[in-house]
């Protein structure tokens, strides 16, 4: 922030980048060397940290960035953390694995709010690099980290199997740059958020209030219609890259993290027949292998082939979780202790 001395009074920045972080040293300095490199300048830098123990504070102190320690530590706690305490009239939320993939980066994303109307933007897509580590590859070309989320088609990223960024049925005005997409209806609401999301902080401050930041559920709390925008640009996301065991560990957090505050959560995941048409699709693996050699014809990677392990994977992993949560051995998180 600036200070001006002359009228003694605070000017913030335009955009408050909201950065969640623990043990992140390894991928974090790729991260803010590529929003270092912004045309637009008007931001700063929040890095909302669950008590690192490697070297991401000294990497952040190098950037000059603002440190906050979050004592909750997870990401949807630092993203609510970040918020707080800034001041900026937009809110970015990226990760630590994203990296921006082009200098104009930021002035794109914020083109669409020139549009009143426009309450949010978000990357068309995930940044295809042919020489990433498989799974970062498969999640740029099926368009999402979450087979089930593809599966379900409330994706949120350009697909090379379906050709769409979503299978949701959302009226959407092409304005060239970006996309506008009218949501009008809480059963028709892609998984928006994280990964490069733009808010304006006065839609945030109407419809978010709590110590956890779900961004698809305020989208499903707001009034319709809601205006949002898909720009026409990428964003990288080093999403497990190679790792099998990373990628087993992020599905189990993922749906750990939901049963343990769902009491709390308004985002509308799926329906039993979604459930039940998946796991048939997964478990028998030929509909799996037979979308991975669709995918593979019309963008050849050897890491479409991933699809139906990725699938099997993940009903196991969901399987499990849900069996534990079932018979009491994920204990759901109370107001008062969601609140502290």
């Known amino acids: 922030m600036l200070l001006n001395t002359s009228k003694n009074s605070v000017i ?33 830098i929040l890095i909302i940290d ?13 950037f000059h960035c603002q440190i906050i320690n979050n004592p909750l530590k997870t990401g949807e706690a630092a993203k609510a953390l970040g ?12 990760d630590s694995d994203n990296i921006l993939p082009s200098k104009n980066w930021l002035s794109k994303m914020m083109l669409p709010f020139k549009d009143p109307e426009v309450i949010g933007s978000e990357p068309i897509s995930f940044t295809y690099r042919k020489n990433a580590g498989y799974i970062e590859r498969y ?9 089930f989320a593809f599966f379900n088609g409330n994706y949120d990223r350009f697909s090379y199997l379906s ?21 009008d209806d809480n059963r028709n609401i892609p998984t928006i958020g994280a990964n490069g999301t733009i808010f304006r902080r006065d839609f945030l401050n109407k ?6 930041l779900f961004d698809i559920d305020i989208l499903a709390i707001a009034p319709k219609p809601l205006y949002f925008t898909k720009v026409k640009i990428g964003i990288i996301h080093t999403f497990c890259e190679s790792s099998l065991l990373k990628f087993i560990r992020k599905q189990q957090r993922r749906l750990s993290d939901y049963y343990t505050l769902q009491k709390y959560r308004r985002y509308q995941w799926s329906s039993s027949s979604h459930i039940l048409t998946f796991s048939l699709y997964s478990l028998l693996i030929f509909p799996s292998l037979y979308d991975s050699f669709r995918g593979y014809l019309k963008k050849p ?28 051995l994920l204990k759901p998180i109370n107001r008062l202790e969601w609140r502290q």
């Not at 920045?13 to 637009?40: A, H, M, W, Y």
């Open 12 to 44: 913030f920045p335009q955009i408050s980048i909201v950065i969640p972080t623990l043990n992140s040293g390894r991928i974090l300095k790729e991260c803010l060397d590529s929003i270092k490199k912004q045309e637009f300048l008007d931001y700063e």
């Open 50 to 62: 669950g008590g690192s123990t490697d070297n991401t504070l000294e990497i952040a102190e190098n």
């Open 83 to 94: 918020f707080r305490k800034s001041h900026s009239k937009f809110i970015a939320l990226i």
């Open 139 to 147: 999640s740029a070309l099926l368009g999402a980290n979450d087979p």
């Open 163 to 183: 050709q769409k960024w979503t299978n949701l049925k959302l009226k959407t005005i092409d304005k060239r740059e970006y996309l506008k997409v009218n949501i």
């Open 207 to 212: 419809f978010f209030h709590g110590d956890y």
């Open 301 to 328: 990677d050897s890491a479409w082939f991933f699809h139906p392990l990725a699938c099997w994977l993940t009903w196991w992993v969901y399987f499990i979780v849900t069996l534990k949560y079932k018979l009491h």
